[in-house]
C-alpha cells in the first residue's frame, strides 16, 4: 500500500487511524524521519540520539511502538519517554541536547484521528518547508530493507520530575496566593502534567476531566471551539470560582476563562503574560503573530520591551525567537513560546505565570482584561471559502491602498484606528480574517461585515 500523502501537513503528520495513517506507515516515517534528521545534521544515523513521546489516544502505544521501531532499525538512539504531554517531548530534546524527536499525537483532534510532531535539534519543528515532505518523498521513493546488524537502541526515561521542576521555575511559588481554580484538561494529558504542579500551590482546584482517556467521553480536546468549552464556562460561574483553565488533548496549549465566565482571547493574554515577563526581564524582545490585536505592541512598549511581528506556526515562531534571542512569543490560538524553555512552547507555564501574576496585582482576571476589553475591539478570526485566495488578497489591496500594506503573513492592512489581516489557510481553499477597531464594538461589525463582503462577493 502506497502512503498518502495527504497526511502530510504543514507543521505535523496527521490522519484517520487506519484508513489515511496505520501502524505500518507509523514504521516507515519512523525510518525516513532518521533519514532526514542524518541530512540535516549531516551526521550519520548511527550518531543520532532521538526521543519518542506518545500522549492518551486508544492507538498511541502501537503507533508510537512502531514509530520506535523504525528509528531503531534505522540506528537510531531513542530514548522513550512513554505518555507525555507533547512540551514534554519538547523539553526532553531541549535539555538533553538531542538531535530530534516525535510525538505520537493528533492533538486536538477527534478521537479518529493519530498523528506525529517532528522536530530536530533546539526543539525546533520540521515543517512542510523544511522536512516533512521529505520524508514523504523517501518513503514515496522506497526505503529498502533495514540491515540487522546496523539496529539502534532503545533507553525508557522518566522525565516528570525534570520537567516539573524546570516549569515550577518560571515563578516564585511563595508568590501565589489561594485561588478557586477550575481546571478542565478535555481527558487529554493536562491532568498528569500540569496537575502535580498546580496541587503544590494554595489553590483550590475543580479538576474536571483531568484523568487521560482517548475515548474523550466528554468533549472533544479542543477548547477553541465554542462548544468545548460550554462546560468550563458554566462550571466557573456555577463554583464561583476565580479563574478556568483548559487545556487541548496534548496539552501544549492551554486557554483561559475570567470570574465572570468569559473566554480570554489568546492576543489579551499575550500581552498579560509579556507584561508579567517584561518586569522580570526588562527590555526584552517579544513576538506576536500577524493576526493579533495592537493591544500587544502596545503592552509591550508601554512596559519597555521591543514587539516583533511574525508569521503564524510554530516553526516560524520557534525559529525567529532563536534569531532575535527573544524572550517570549504568543499566537492568538493559544500557543505561548518561552526562551527559557527551548523556544519551545508549553501549556504549563502560562498557567503557572497567570496565578502568579494574578497574585502579585491582586486582581481578579476581568480587571485585568478589563483595560483591553474596553479599548481593543476584535472580530476574532473568521474563515471564508473563496475559488482563488491570492486574488482576493490582491482585490483587498486595490480597495484599501491607501492604508499601509504588509506581507508578513498573508496580507495586513493598517489604518490610524483599525486593521485587519487575511491569510489563506495551509490546509483548505478558505482566507482567514481578523479585524480590529480602536473606537468601538460597532465600527469593529461595520468594517469587518464590509471587508467580508468584498472576500464573499
Known amino acids: 500500500m502506497p502512503i498518502d500523502p495527504s497526511i502530510f501537513k504543514a507543521y505535523d503528520i496527521r490522519g484517520i487511524h487506519g484508513e489515511q495513517l496505520g501502524p505500518d506507515d507509523a514504521e516507515q516515517i519512523g525510518r525516513a524521519f532518521v533519514r532526514v534528521l542524518a541530512g540535516l545534521s549531516g551526521r550519520p544515523a548511527g550518531e543520532l540520539r532521538l526521543a519518542i513521546g506518545r500522549d492518551m489516544r486508544l492507538t498511541a502505544p502501537e503507533m508510537a511502538a512502531r514509530y520506535r521501531a523504525g528509528m531503531v532499525a534505522e540506528g537510531a538512539h531513542v530514548i522513550d519517554i512513554g505518555q507525555v504531554g507533547t512540551e514534554m517531548l519538547y523539553f526532553t530534546v531541549g535539555s538533553r541536547e538531542l538531535d530530534g524527536g516525535l510525538m505520537c499525537t493528533a492533538s486536538h483532534n477527534p478521537k479518529a484521528y ?150 480570554v482571547d489568546g492576543d489579551f493574554l499575550t500581552a498579560i503574560l509579556a507584561e508579567h515577563l517584561l518586569a522580570k526581564h526588562p527590555g526584552a524582545h517579544i513576538l506576536y503573530d ?32 532563536l534569531r532575535e534571542g527573544a524572550l517570549f512569543g504568543g499566537e492568538v490560538s493559544g500557543h505561548y513560546y518561552f526562551h527559557d524553555f527551548y523556544n519551545a512552547d508549553s501549556g504549563t507555564i502560562p498557567a503557572l505565570l497567570v496565578l502568579e501574576k494574578l497574585s502579585v496585582e491582586g486582581k481578579r482576571m476581568s480587571e485585568l482584561l478589563e483595560p483591553y476589553r474596553s479599548r481593543y475591539f476584535i472580530s476574532g478570526e473568521i474563515n471564508s471559502e473563496v475559488a482563488d485566495a491570492q486574488a482576493k488578497m490582491a482585490e483587498l489591496e486595490r480597495r484599501y491602498a491607501d492604508a499601509t500594506i504588509t506581507h508578513v503573513d498573508g496580507v495586513s492592512v493598517d489604518y490610524d484606528d483599525w486593521h485587519f489581516n487575511v491569510r489563506p489557510s495551509n490546509t483548505e481553499p478558505l482566507l482567514r480574517l481578523t479585524l480590529e477597531s480602536l473606537v468601538s464594538v460597532e465600527d469593529m461589525e461595520r468594517r469587518r461585515d464590509e471587508v467580508l463582503g468584498i472576500i464573499r462577493s
Not at 125 to 143: C, K, P, T, V
Not at 223 to 250: C, H, Q, S, T, Y
Not at 293 to 305: C, E, F, I, K, N
Not at 307 to 320: D, L, Y
Request: hydrophobic letters at 40%; aromatic letters at 8%.
Open 114 to 263: 493519530t498523528g506525529a510532531k517532528l522536530v530536530k535539534q533546539g526543539a525546533i519543528a520540521l515543517s512542510g518547508d523544511e522536512g516533512i515532505q521529505d520524508i514523504r518523498r523517501l518513503i514515496e521513493a522506497g526505503l529498502g530493507d533495514p540491515d540487522p546488524a546496523r539496529a539502534g537502541t532503545v533507553e525508557e526515561v522518566d522525565v516528570y520530575p525534570d520537567f516539573h521542576a524546570a516549569a515550577m521555575a518560571f515563578i516564585d511559588p511563595a508568590n501565589v496566593k489561594p485561588l478557586k481554580v477550575v481546571v478542565d484538561g478535555g481527558n487529554g494529558m493536562a491532568g498528569p502534567m500540569v496537575g502535580p504542579l498546580l496541587r503544590r500551590l494554595p489553590l483550590e482546584l475543580v479538576e474536571t476531566y483531568f484523568t487521560p482517556d482517548g475515548e474523550f467521553p466528554d468533549h472533544e480536546p479542543n477548547p477553541l471551539l465554542e462548544e468545548n468549552r460550554r462546560f468550563i464556562v458554566e462550571k466557573v460561574r456555577a463554583e464561583g470560582a476565580d479563574l478556568g483553565i483548559a487545556w487541548d488533548g496534548d496539552a501544549d496549549r492551554c486557554f483561559f476563562i475570567d470570574d465572570t465566565g468569559r473566554f
Open 290 to 321: 500577524a493576526r493579533a490585536s495592537r493591544a500587544v505592541a502596545d503592552t509591550v512598549r508601554r512596559a519597555g520591551g521591543t514587539p516583533h511581528v511574525n508569521r503564524v506556526g510554530h516553526a516560524f515562531f520557534k525559529t525567529r525567537m
